[in-house]
């Protein structure tokens, strides 16, 4: 009997519902992230482009490991996916102190999905020997290290964490939302510093691809459940979901996450097509014949959102300032010539013909959509397709046609001839090379295509092996977070190489003087605190950029997705938004 | 003298035998039209390949008329003018005809000029008059509003001519070294044998990237493609080889091989005279299954990104822009470059087939 | 012929060795390498990449590097790591491999079974409206481009209403246990890579198996055959089709490898979880050692299919001898 009764109390402990698994004090999400309230069940599917390299966070540089991952583990503090703002995750609030060095984080009582509870210790483990251990592929070393010296992690007790800063760092907590959390109790026998005998790079083979899925445990809103080589990783709702709707009911809806991964896009369609993927990113190509079958009554709708994420990463066109060709060199370093090839680019007609017309005029680089660095002064400055003007100044450079073979010459008389490289890929890029090649022919400089894979052009690049380039790198909400691109001096300065020496540090004397501004504008946001004055540092980079153009941002494209009719909570914001998470998606019944 | 009498009686025959050939013929008049249609390309096309139309980009292709919208009847065909417009929900590009503007079509009409053979010239073999404003595009235009009838016939340039030099290249070797290996048998063959086999060995893809890159990027893309190709025929002969081996290994020891040994003739003789004619067959089917090879090996090296590349185009780079679902519904005229690869691929078939028959020294005439 | 097997085995050692050493050097002749795919991430600092060639051997010289991996497969039978995975390779490719063979042993059947019976078919009733009719279709298997024809099949699949297209389940039967259910999802995936990859093989062997039959049939033997009175049947079956087959074996054997590297474009078109995509990835991310134990594995199928060729075709034909 007693028996009998235990077997009883089993079950009903089984049988609860989801909600009483509940940490005590969950987090309500964003309201704007909801059109209703969901309902349980179902599963969500999605596509992924190839396989994950690994389910270890640190251990790989892969897209794909990351997208999967961001639905297992959670950073202490994330972005809201309705407005990019931060917000509390595993932390519930932050302090930061009067001089800005010290950031205390207050953890939320929750459990990993083994059931083993969250602590300050997972923090610090995270923080010192993952995200900043140097033999971790996926590290972040350089993002928490400032003028050399590394942010120190402290346990005050089991739910409070401190921070140390070498000095003030207004990007700290952006940059903390990219680090995601992992347990401490799976992954210390992996750390070189904690265990003799274990090699520095172990941590890389933790948690690949034949773990076991119940050894891969995390906070987030789902936790793996199977993973079928090549074919399909299967998630399954986390019991211990720290996240709740507005009425109070646990995330996520779905009580499955399926991703199918698909290399080629066109199956990827045709999947969706058929019913068996959920929702995919599509292409300006892709829309007409989408949004005619959802006109014409297909089981899906097309979703046109203003950009704001950083893909499609938005082209620009480069020169390069050490070219071996000396004369060239000098024309390149020209502001004068930059402006006139600025000119020449049709970007309407760009935007009308590779993309559909599903594309804006891009910031310099950041989006318009970003309220918090955007500077509208730009607009004014950016240079409209004026081929009048183009002539004009290419004049002023002594850049004319002499012999009247209708090719011009430089001002030592040979004829100025450019080559162009870029991904052959990549379809936009391809093709806004084949409408620049046109355009610069007539004007009387004729152009070589030079077109090769993206790896290749990756290659030439970082070797400095290249006249123009179109290449693109994604804009991220915060500057800082691209200061290695856009700051002279860094590795992917990579038109102006000369302003970096072998060590990598940058040379200061190597850059010309509104170079030498941006750097100084870098480096004082990076530490600035102010909202309003690491705002004002950007505004002045963003209006050097745009008029002295170092590179030219020719657009960006808009975010498109298409999405089963079946699914709901995934919808445009007023703002023009597309918003949709996995964990407030639900399946209608 | 009675030598010659009996050669030229064997060539009358083959000629007789393929002519019987229906479809042979029909294989070889369309190849021999599609090589003149490439090599007078210049002249046939009304548009310059290169030139980038904005307002006519993904256009479809025109159609001729011979009766207006009032019902009168010209001989001389004529277009109407193209109207384009954007749906503003789908997006998409429509085209409508504009039946108020009309353009006639006249046989031998100035256009653009070109060089051919060294001559600059202007004249085309038909087309609309170039200062009315009128356009004709037979099969329609690209995204770039470039007329892809002009593509198609400079594209067949490249794919036509690359494929013939990389099969001539490849058969050459692979006949040679497959007689060797199976006509003396031995170390000689073993030899060969192992590095047939050491070349068959290499995938071809890691090749392609490898020697993309390897080539002097300088190169204009033909070049560099004749480049690949040539590699690629240096790496292709091995299964012919095999093949020839096969039929040496057992042809020699035939009695009509060994009847002419014992009569004293020579090796060269005994390969060249005896045996050779006996695999010609083989060699023609091969053969005619190697140009399909070569074309379908430009369209993935096209589709991997490492062959012809813009604005230079070729059969394979253009059925690369089909290469979409939504394409194949929306701009389905952009197909039309793989229906000149499938045609000349069946008509190479279909000569070689019957160039086969032709050959065979027992059939009996026709 | 057991001393002939085991000299040609023999053989193969140098040759794998010989293999190695050139597929090394293409690797090593690409531009780039693993690290290269990190140059364009901002997230990655040059210290991180330089930090990562280090720990994986990346910065020794080539033959360094070339003799390292040789020495753990002649000590532990271990064939290195994948950068990419952090796992040992020949796991990953024994994990990859029994789809594969599924799907290459199936197009083999395929091509095979459709194509001896048709050429028969065609060499007996040359001229015929079916030979025709057969030739046509054969011939314009062979002239489309096969990822091609993949996207058309996937394209008129969904037109018409099907839902079985790329990989070769739907979802929900992915990893489930064996069912009939789930077999016939398999068949109805199956039919598109079957005909996309298989045809141009399958057209291919129908015309050397035509033009063989045909070259047969006039042979002194055959006449003499039929002359003694034997059947039509008889002839064409007993004694033709045995000998048309024969340089058709030779084939065999070299398509095992071929199916396997030949076939990377399509499978990526078609989504199949096979190998050559799996390749295809490692290549262009520069995972070497990954590259290099597949392509020795196909290097050695390629070797071993050879040697099956030849045992066959003595087996087959009593006048081929060894030496």
């Known amino acids: ?125 995270t923080m010192v020997h993952v995200v900043m251990n140097p033999n971790a592929e996926g590290n972040s070393v350089d993002r928490f290290t400032l003028g ?63 773990t076991p899925v119940e050894d891969i445990v995390g906070t987030g809103p789902f936790v793996l459940s ?17 996240r709740v709707d507005p009425e109070g009911n646990q995330l996520p809806y779905v009580d499955r996450l399926v991703y199918l991964i698909v290399q080629d896009p066109e199956v990827m369609l045709a999947q969706f097509r058929a019913g068996e993927i959920h929702r995919i990113t599509i292409t300006g190509q892709n829309y007409p014949a989408l949004k005619r079958e959802e006109l014409a009554g297909a089981n899906y709708r097309v979703l046109t959102g203003s950009p704001v994420s950083p893909t499609p990463s938005p082209p620009h066109l480069s020169f390069n300032w050490d070219v071996d060709d000396a004369e060239k060199r000098e024309i390149f370093r020209n502001d004068k010539f930059r402006q006139a090839m600025e000119y020449t680019i049709d970007r309407h007609r760009i935007i009308e013909d590779v993309y559909n017309t599903l594309a804006i005029i891009p910031g310099v680089p950041v989006l318009p959509a970003n309220k918090a660095f955007y500077n509208p002064e730009i607009e004014k400055i950016m240079r409209p397709y004026d081929l009048d003007k183009a002539k004009e100044l290419l004049e002023e450079l002594g850049i004319v046609d002499r012999d009247g073979d209708g090719i011009r010459e430089l001002p030592s008389g040979r004829p100025f001839e450019l080559t162009l490289t870029t991904a052959v890929n990549v379809q936009a890029h391809n093709d806004i090379a084949v409408i620049l090649k046109n355009e610069w022919d007539q004007l009387g400089i004729p152009t070589h295509l030079q077109l090769i894979s993206s790896a290749l052009v990756g290659e030439r690049r970082s070797a400095g092996e290249f006249e123009v380039m179109i290449e693109a790198f994604g804009n991220q909400p915060d500057p800082q977070l691209r200061k290695a691109i856009w700051q002279p001096g860094r590795a992917l300065y990579y038109w102006h190489r000369s302003t970096m020496d072998e060590n990598q540090q940058p040379v200061l004397e190597n850059m010309v003087d509104w170079e030498r501004r ?45 999405v089963s009719n079946a699914v709901g909570n995934v919808f445009i914001q007023e703002n023009g938004q597309i918003i949709g998470t996995n964990y407030t998606a639900f399946i209608k019944q | 003298m009675a030598q010659e009498w009996k050669v030229l009686s064997q060539s009358q025959l083959m000629l007789r035998r393929f002519k019987a050939h229906r479809l042979g013929m029909l294989g070889f008049f369309v190849l021999a039209f599609l090589y003149l249609l490439v090599i007078f390309a210049p002249f046939i096309a009304p548009t310059d390949y290169l030139v980038q139309r904005r307002d006519y980009t993904n256009c479809p292709p025109t159609k001729l008329h011979w009766r207006d919208a009032d019902g009168r009847f010209s001989l001389r065909p004529f277009v109407y003018g193209m109207q384009r417009s954007r749906d503003p929900i789908t997006l998409e590009v429509r085209w409508e005809e504009d039946t108020s503007r009309k353009y006639p079509v006249y046989f031998l009409v100035r256009g653009h000029s070109y060089k051919f053979l060294g001559f600059q010239c202007d004249l085309h073999l038909f087309g609309v008059d170039a200062d009315s404003g009128g356009q004709l595009f037979l099969f329609g235009t690209d995204r770039f509003g470039r007329d892809l009838f002009a593509r198609t016939l400079y594209g067949g340039r490249v794919t036509l001519s690359v494929g013939v030099f990389g099969i001539l290249l490849s058969f050459l070797i692979g006949t040679a070294m497959g007689s060797i290996s199976g006509y003396y048998g031995g170390r000689v063959d073993n030899a060969i044998q192992r590095f047939i086999e050491l070349l068959r060995s290499f995938p071809r893809i890691p090749l392609w990237l490898a020697l993309s890159v390897m080539l002097p990027p300088n190169w204009s893309s033909v070049k560099v493609y004749f480049g690949v190709v040539t590699i690629l025929a240096f790496l292709d002969w091995t299964s012919l080889a095999r093949v020839v ?110 160039l086969r028959d032709a050959f065979d020294p027992f059939a009996t005439g026709a | 012929m057991a001393r002939y097997i085991l000299r040609r085995l023999a053989i193969m050692v140098p040759m794998m060795v010989l293999i190695s050493i050139l597929c090394f050097a293409v690797i090593k002749l690409q531009p780039g390498d693993f690290t290269t795919q990190y140059l364009t991430d901002p997230r990655v600092t040059p210290e991180m990449v330089a930090q990562i060639r280090a720990r994986l051997g990346l910065d020794q010289p080539a033959p360094l590097q070339y003799w390292t991996w040789v020495k753990g497969i002649l000590t532990r039978g271990d064939f290195g790591y994948s ?120 057209a291919g062997l129908i015309r050397l198996m035509r033009a063989n039959l045909l070259d047969v049939l006039q042979a002194q033997y055959v006449v ?43 499978s990526i078109v078609l989504n199949l979880p096979t190998m050559g995509p799996f390749f295809y990835d490692a290549l262009i991310n520069g995972d070497q050692y990954l590259v290099m134990t597949f392509l020795m594995f196909s290097a050695f199928l390629m070797l071993l299919g050879n040697l099956i060729a030849d045992i066959l075709l003595a087996w087959s034909d009593p006048r081929i001898r060894f030496e």
């Open chain 3, 224 to 266: 003499t055959a039929r002359a003694k009175g034997l059947s039509e049947r008889v002839v064409i079956y007993k004694h033709a089709v045995r000998n048309a087959i024969n340089p058709l074996i030779s084939l065999l054997g070299m398509q095992l490898p071929e199916l396997i590297s030949g076939t990377i474009v399509t």
């Open chain 1, 518 to 562: 941006v750097f100084d504008l870098f480096e004082l946001g990076e530490v600035e605190m102010d909202v309003a004055q690491r705002k004002a540092y950007y505004d002045e980079w963003q209006e050097i950029y745009a008029d002295k153009v170092p590179v030219i941002f020719i657009a960006k494209g808009m975010e498109l997705a298409a």
């Open chain 2, 245 to 354: 081996r096969g039929q040496f290994l057992n042809l020699r020891e035939k009695e009509f091989v060994e009847a002419a040994r014992a009569l004293g003739a020579g090796d060269r003789s005994i390969i060249f005279r005896h045996i050779l004619p006996n695999i010609v067959s083989y060699l023609v089917v091969t053969a005619t299954l190697s140009f399909p090879g070569m074309i379908m090996g430009e369209s993935t090296i096209s589709f991997l990104g490492l062959g012809i590349k813009e604005p230079m185009t070729s059969w394979g780079l253009l059925l690369r822009d089909a290469q979409s679902m939504d394409v194949m519904r929306m701009q389905p005229w952009l197909m039309i470059p793989g229906i000149f690869i499938v045609v000349s691929v069946l008509a190479f078939n279909f000569m070689g087939d019957a």
């Open chain 1, 148 to 210: 050399g010296q590394p942010v120190l992690w402290e346990k005050v007790d089991d739910r409070t964490v401190k921070a140390i800063l070498p000095s003030p760092y207004g990007a700290f907590t952006r940059v903390l939302s990219h680090a995601l959390m992992v347990p401490k109790h799976k992954l210390e026998p992996y750390i070189a510093a904690l265990n003799r005998g274990v090699e520095p790079g172990t941590i890389n083979q933790a948690w690949t691809t034949d």
């Open chain 1, 1 to 125: 009997m007693k028996r009998v009764a235990l077997v009883l109390l089993l079950l009903l402990a089984l049988a609860l519902p989801a909600a009483a698994q509940l940490p005590p004090n969950p987090a309500v999400v964003d309201p704007a992230l909801f059109e209703e309230i969901g309902t349980y069940g179902g599963e969500l599917v999605l596509g992924l482009s190839a396989a994950p390299r690994s389910f270890n966070f640190y251990g790989v540089i892969d897209n794909n490991a990351y997208t999967v991952l961001y639905n297992i583990l959670d950073p202490l503090v994330a972005e809201n996916p309705a407005t990019g703002e931060l917000i509390p995750a595993l932390a519930e609030r932050w302090e930061v102190d009067e001089t800005g060095t010290q950031v205390t984080f207050y953890l939320r009582d929750v459990l990993w999905s083994d059931g083993t509870p969250f602590t300050a210790d997972d923090v610090v483990f």
């Open chain 3, 83 to 202: 950068f990419a995975y952090k796992r040992p390779v020949q796991e990953l490719i024994w994990e990859r491999l029994g789809w594969t063979v599924v799907v290459a042993g199936a197009t083999m059947l395929f091509s095979w079974v459709v194509a001896i019976p048709i050429g028969i078919y065609s060499a007996t009733h040359k001229y015929s409206f079916l030979d025709y009719f057969l030739t046509f279709i054969g011939f314009i298997g062979v002239s489309i481009p096969s990822f091609f024809l993949a996207l058309v099949l996937m394209y008129l699949s969904l037109r018409l209403g099907g839902t079985a297209v790329g990989g070769l389940f739907s979802q929900q039967y992915i990893g489930a246990p064996w069912t009939w259910a789930k077999f016939v999802d398999l068949l109805k995936h199956l039919w598109i890579p079957l005909i996309a990859i298989g045809l141009s093989g399958t």
């Open chain 1, 226 to 242: 199977e993973y079928i080589v090549d074919q399909k990783i299967t998630l399954k709702r986390n019991p211990y979901s720290w």
